[in-house]
């Protein structure tokens, strides 16, 4: 198994420019989420998905899209890139039985707008 | 805001020496995990505590969960250099399946 995997590993994006940062899972894990995390901020929840077709926002969603049309793919869309959206973003997945969720991490995409 | 907070933000001890971290929440949970993240790597789980648990072992590591006082202790007894990371805190909450995570605590294992 693959596991998570992130693309891109590293992207560049100017002020105002769209994107979307790709997540897929290999483990049928129901559960998916993206955080990204700053420098003393620790991981903060952007969105989460219980299962295809469901999604539901976390602590800091605006500027960012996602949709869940398959159980494998999460993707994260940035409609229009701040420098404020510089972070390094983290993809996890974890099987959704109740209250057992260990999440299983991608290796994250470092975005830095300028 | 953010479900867990850890305590210390930083620690530095002796190899050989206990590291105990500490993190409170502020709702319910179904439990509450802990995470490893060596520098600029993704993040590696530890251990889970369900909510109806006390306390769970895994090898060095130690972890007690008191859901009264919403809050929780990580302790890695013996500790080496490769246990230099930060460590995070994780709750899944009750009411609405988020996993929320904390700050996290630099450990730095002094030689």
Not at chain 1, 2 to 16: I, M, N, S
Not at chain 1, 53 to 78: A, C, K, M
Not at chain 1, 93 to 111: A, I, K, M, V
Request: contains cysteine; aromatic residues 8%.
């Amino acid at each position: 198994n693959a596991g998570v995997t992130q693309t891109p590993k590293f992207q560049v994006l100017k002020t105002g420019q769209s994107m979307t940062l790709q997540c897929a899972q290999d483990m049928n894990h129901e559960y998916m989420s993206w955080y990204r995390q700053d420098p003393g901020m620790g991981l903060r929840l952007i969105h989460y998905s219980v299962g295809a077709g469901i999604t539901d926002q976390g602590e800091v969603p605006n500027g960012y899209n996602v949709s869940r049309s398959t159980t494998e793919d999460f993707p994260l869309r940035l409609l229009s890139a701040a420098p404020s959206q510089t972070s390094v973003y983290f993809c996890a997945s974890s099987e959704d039985r109740g209250d057992y969720n260990e999440q299983f991490f991608g290796p994250g995409t470092r975005l830095t707008v300028l | 805001s953010q479900q867990g907070e850890e305590d210390p933000q930083a620690l530095s001890i002796q190899e050989g020496e206990n590291a105990t971290m500490n993190c409170s929440y502020k709702t319910s949970i179904n439990n509450l995990q802990w995470y490893r993240q060596n520098s600029g790597r993704g993040l590696v789980h530890l251990i889970l505590i369900r909510s109806n648990e006390r306390e769970k072992h895994s090898g060095r590591l130690r972890v007690t969960l008191d859901t009264s006082k919403k809050s929780s202790s990580l302790l890695i007894t013996a500790s080496r250099a490769a246990d230099t990371a930060s460590y995070f805190c994780a709750t899944a909450r009750l009411r609405d399946d988020k996993i929320i995570f904390g700050k996290g605590t630099r450990l730095h294992i002094l030689p």
